[in-house]
């Protein structure tokens, strides 16, 4: 039983939408051919739809209303992160090196605290969930050390919530910049996120009811990696046995990104997880 208001979809919805706006204030310059080719090819697929499923004006009509309450309840980067974004990774994977990437999703915030190797991500006095101890390398595709190296993580709670996108939780929660040592070294101390619920009062936890699907994500924790020089790996690191691992809603898993913590004996676990960056 929850000890406080739950997020609601809208609330969330609003924060992912002004964080996406803030970290795009310049779209890139896109050709009047790039438009053209691109959205027509879109629509051919949505007209393609139409025909092969003889889609009915009611049901046009009631796509038409549903469309404006995704943008009304501020869920754009939401539905667009779950249910497309994998196919842009997995385009933009086509040519890349190193450690393999996953989506960003809508809840990455720029400008965490930055802390020094061994760091312990910032929580609250009384952060439930099971300790972890997340340690590893960042090295080059040679194989060498990459010193100071950033690692940008940010995690749900043990109920499955991100600070920024839920009114309880203090600003800032389970979210920092960690620096590796002049080995490329990396400790992090945190607690092992829960499973991710799409919200369900929200227009896409009512579409993914709607279609009998089900709305979760596997225990994640998100990270960006980077380094002057190198390109920066945009991935996410799941959990071995976790539930959801085959069916996330958002089909990001990927086998090369499942941890396999051990019990360090005190109840706490421990995983080391290296990364591979390729020269930008
Ligand atoms: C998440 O936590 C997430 O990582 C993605 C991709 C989409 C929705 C919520
Ligand atoms: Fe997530």
Do not use: C
Request: aromatic share 8%; glycine share 10%; hydrophobic share 35%.
């Amino acid at each position: 039983t929850a000890t406080h208001d739950s997020p609601t979809a809208a609330g969330s919805g609003d924060s992912a939408t002004k964080a996406f706006r803030a970290s795009r204030s310049t779209g890139p310059e896109v050709s009047q051919e790039r438009v053209s080719e691109v959205v027509t090819e879109l629509l051919a697929g949505i007209h393609a739809t139409i025909r092969s499923k003889k889609v009915s004006y009611d049901e046009f009509q009631a796509a038409k209303k549903y469309l404006i309450d995704v943008g009304e309840g501020g869920e754009w980067p939401l539905i667009l992160d779950v249910f497309v974004e994998h196919v842009v990774e997995d385009v933009a994977a086509e040519d890349q090196e190193g450690t393999k990437g996953s989506i960003l999703g809508p809840y990455h915030l720029p400008d965490q605290v930055r802390l020094d190797t061994p760091a312990t991500l910032p929580r609250r006095p009384d952060e439930k969930g099971t300790e972890l101890l997340f340690a590893g390398h960042v090295r080059d595709t040679e194989g060498n050390p990459v010193p100071g190296a950033e690692l940008d993580i940010w995690h749900a709670d043990d109920e499955g919530y991100y600070s920024g996108f839920a009114p309880h939780l203090p600003d800032g929660n389970l979210r920092g910049v960690v620096v590796a040592d002049e080995q490329g070294k990396f400790d992090i101390h945190t607690i092992e996120p829960s499973a991710y619920q799409i919200p369900t009062d929200g227009p896409t936890g009512s579409l993914i009811e709607a279609a009998g699907w089900h709305p979760w994500r596997p225990a994640h924790l998100h990270l960006m990696v980077r380094a002057p020089g190198y390109r920066t790996i945009t991935t996410q690191l799941y959990f071995r046995g976790g539930e959801w691992l085959d069916s996330d809603v958002a089909s990001a898993t990927k086998p090369e990104l499942i941890l396999d913590p051990v019990d360090s004996g005190d109840g706490k676990h421990a995983v080391t997880y290296d990364f591979t960056l390729e020269p930008a």
